[in-house]
Nanobody
Framework: HVQLVESGGGSVQAGGSQRLSCAAS????????VAWFRQVPGKQREGVAS???????????DSDDSVKGRFTISRDNAKNSMFLQMNSLKPEDTATYYC???????????????????WGQGTQVTVS
């Protein structure tokens, strides 16, 4: 049984930082493409950042233009966990953030929610 559990959400002032975590069980997140999405009520879920095994020791990563230079995705293979470090937060970053996982090791079209097989329950981030 695959389970993804997010944590680290909460309220933060604009310009501040927050770090989200996603712990995986029943799933080897080191092998496959995993990503962070976010959603606000009435809008579609949007891709924030993704990470996949890269050639050699470096992972492949990508992120949406709206968060480039502010958000960083990473993972801890030993803990089977994924993280999203969010800096210089803006009110428009307010959303429910979800971690998601595929069962392939590349992240083609990573920003499409339909590519992902497993989802966490979400954690709310509010920036004011």
């Amino acid at each position: 049984h695959v389970q993804l559990v997010e944590s680290g959400g909460g309220s933060v002032q604009a310009g501040g930082s927050q770090r989200l975590s996603c712990a995986a069980s029943g799933y080897d997140g080191t092998m496959y493409c995993v990503a962070w999405f976010r959603q606000v009520p009435g809008k579609q879920r949007e891709g924030v950042a993704s990470i996949a095994p890269g050639r050699g020791s470096a992972d492949w990563t990508d992120s949406d233009d709206s968060v480039k230079g502010r958000f960083t995705i990473s993972r801890d293979n030993a803990k089977n966990s994924m993280f999203l470090q969010m800096n210089s937060l803006k009110p428009e970053d307010t959303a429910t953030y979800y971690c998601a996982a595929q069962t392939v090791n590349s992240c083609g079209l990573w920003y499409l929610p339909s590519r992902y097989h497993y989802w966490g329950q979400g954690t709310q981030v509010t920036v004011s």
